[in-house]
């Protein structure tokens, strides 16, 4: 009798020692690295990023979220989305990252876990090259103004005094279709980020222009993850702070850009 009590003790042990080693051992892979990531992305988001004339998803943050998971060992995965959705999409890990001149506000903070800001940008009013009856914010009273829908200058504009004195803020499932009315005359103004705005104008030399000393203040782009995913932002963070330093992040923006101005690089340390 007291051998089977013996056995029994020994048996229960082991099995609490093999429930412990299983536990620690989901604990750890939930801190891993994954093997993969999907970056979401609007992918009608010049120079960002957008499909090419061959349908391929490319753009400055495609180049700059690629050198990152090959720095990482991480394979990376492209997916475009509703951006209205971004939230939802990453919560339901439908997506891990989202990587696309994402601006931080306090708002989204309360769904998604940041990284350091790797770049700066202003929301602009843009407005057609022959139109100069649009100074600032105040001649857009009785306008019709474009805004990509869930986009920081929709919520800029809305916001703003401003944008209680429009005829309507019409919004846009992407700013290349914002841009589209634009040269049409089916809106007055587009609000905007400045990277877009100049790329856009780039490609279409004197049909567009920026209103020049006025804007809705700075935007911090930063990516995002979801809010338990600390491990991956840290990874995601320590190599971005790498490519400031060796030069590669500012070889990425310049290609997009024509220059690295707008490149964050207070991290690089």
Do not use: H
């Amino acid at each position: 009798m007291n051998w089977k009590k013996i056995m029994a003790v020994g048996l229960a042990a082991v099995s609490m020692m093999a429930f412990v080693s299983g536990c620690g051992s989901d604990t750890k892979t939930t801190n891993e690295l994954p093997k993969k990531i999907v970056v979401g992305l609007d992918d009608s988001f010049p120079p960002m990023g957008f499909k090419d004339d061959k349908g391929e998803i490319v753009g400055l943050d495609i180049d700059l979220a690629k050198e990152a998971a090959k720095r990482a060992g991480m394979d990376v995965e492209f997916k475009a989305i509703d951006w209205s959705s971004k939230e939802a999409e990453l919560k339901s890990k439908k997506i891990d990252v989202l990587w696309n001149g994402l601006t931080v506000s306090p708002e989204r903070e309360k769904n998604i876990l940041f990284s350091d800001t790797y770049m700066k940008d202003k929301q602009y009013i843009v407005v057609r090259n022959d139109d100069n009856a649009i100074k600032g914010k105040s001649d857009l009273a009785g306008k019709v103004v474009g805004v990509q829908q869930a986009s920081t200058g929709e919520s800029a504009l809305q916001n703003d005094p401003s944008g209680k004195t429009v005829k309507e803020i019409k919004s846009y499932a992407d700013f290349v279709s914002a841009f589209m009315d634009l040269g049409i005359g089916r809106v007055d103004a587009v609000i905007a980020d400045g990277v877009i705005a100049r790329y856009l104008m780039t490609k279409e030399p004197g049909k567009y222009k920026i209103v020049e000393g006025t804007d809705y203040g700075v935007d911090n782009f930063a990516v995002g993850f979801r809010k338990d995913d600390t491990a991956l932002r840290d990874k995601i963070n320590g190599i971005l702070a790498e490519m400031k330093k060796d030069g590669t992040a500012d070889k990425i923006v310049e290609k997009w850009l024509g220059s690295s101005a707008d490149l964050d690089k207070s991290d690089a340390k």
